[in-house]
């Protein structure tokens, strides 16, 4: 993509809370429409999955300034004692209603690729782009837990080969978002004949496009399609490392700059001890059954956690999925989103065990911190 067109996107999205430009570090909630949302635990919260907690959830969160609301795709849980992630919201559906109920945020829908048809994606995103204005992005996983393939009467594919379904899948939606004529097109994946989608989305060039690729071939499909890319990071150092060689290779490569997001469990507390009773409440209560069929399930069948997984103890699962912890004090809690700015980090995606009552101390304490760090405005 040329510098020139590189500028030109960026000024058709500057409506966008992503590209706005009135925060250097772009925040959000990840997997409020999911049971249990990112903590393997039975421990007490006022979170539940009820659409009224949902869109409260939402509107919370617009009205803090926060830029994105990303969904967890789901279609059965782990198992365990909590059944973890078992009953979820579908994310488009999920998204279109949230669009409605929010004025300024971006809503996402996480798709999976294999068991939605191209042109249904299409039409559903374009649909839910109006609803919101302008306001949708589609986050694009490939499928990587195969009891939910086998559901859909498919089979899971080799690793490398479903970023290759997800290139004609992702070749075709852009047609039918750009293209003013119908066409055909046969792929070794997909078929499509005398294609066409009215109306055309509002956002130029498309909705914004997020993966989480992380093995070589997903990290190559996102500097190729994304415009943003989603990754997992354990701390600064090793995150810039890994940035700085993403962002290279999609510049060097495709003449692309992608922005770059990540993923936190945050568990602030006035204190630093009340911090670490709560974290080892989680854990006193963890679903440690669920937590190793997720941390088998992922280490086996997907790319997007492979360096955690040879690390990781069980524990950072229950507590988060296995996310960056942010644990500790307001200020320590600060510290580490200004560590991770640093490395490179444009955006961060949040879990909480009571994301309503923990969204409203974050908000209190760490979010003056941020503004006086200059990440937010």
Wanted: contains cysteine; hydrophobic residues 40%.
């Amino acid at each position: 993509m040329p510098e020139t067109l590189v500028a030109e996107v960026a000024e058709a999205r500057s409506h966008l809370a992503l590209y706005d430009g009135r925060h250097k570090l772009k925040l959000g909630t990840f997997a409020t429409n999911v049971s249990s949302g990112v903590s393997l635990s039975a421990a007490p919260t006022s979170f539940e999955l009820s659409w009224q907690h949902t869109v409260g959830l939402a509107q919370q969160c617009d009205a803090m300034g926060f830029d994105m609301l990303i969904p967890l795709g789901r279609w059965r849980g782990f198992g365990g004692k909590t059944n973890f992630n078992g009953a979820s919201f579908e994310t488009y559906t999920w998204a279109a209603g949230l669009a409605q109920a929010t004025e300024r945020i971006v809503v996402f829908a996480t798709s999976h690729v294999p068991v939605i048809h191209p042109i249904v994606a299409a039409k559903q995103a374009a649909t839910i782009d109006h609803i919101s204005n302008g306001r949708f992005g589609l986050n694009l996983v490939m499928g990587w837990f195969k009891p939910e393939m086998e559901m859909f009467g498919s089979t899971l594919r080799e690793h490398d080969q479903r970023y290759k379904v997800g290139d004609e899948w992702l070749q075709v939606v852009k047609r039918l978002w750009a293209e003013d004529e119908p066409f055909s097109y046969a792929g070794e994946f997909y078929t499509v004949n005398e294609a066409q989608s009215w109306p055309k989305p509002v956002q130029k060039p498309h909705p914004v496009i997020m993966n989480a690729g992380a093995s070589p071939a997903g990290s190559d499909f996102a500097a190729r399609n994304a415009d943003v890319s989603f990754i997992a990071v354990d701390d600064p150092e090793s995150a810039a490392a890994t940035i700085s060689g993403f962002k290279n290779n999609a510049y060097q490569k495709y003449g692309r700059e992608p922005l770059v997001f990540s993923g936190a469990y945050v568990i602030c507390r006035d204190s630093e001890r009340e911090a670490k009773q709560a974290l080892q409440s989680i854990l006193d209560s963890g679903d440690r059954e669920a937590a190793q069929n997720l941390m088998q399930t992922l280490g086996l069948q997907s790319g997007s956690f492979d360096h955690l997984i040879a690390k990781a103890a069980v524990d950072r699962f229950i507590t988060g999925y296995g996310g960056a912890p942010f644990v500790g004090t307001p200020e320590q809690v600060a510290e580490r989103f200004i560590e991770i700015e640093r490395a490179g980090i444009s955006g961060m995606t949040l879990g909480f065990l009571d994301y309503a009552e923990e969204l409203r101390h974050f908000d209190d304490t760490v979010m003056p911190l941020l503004r006086q760090a200059g990440l937010r405005a």
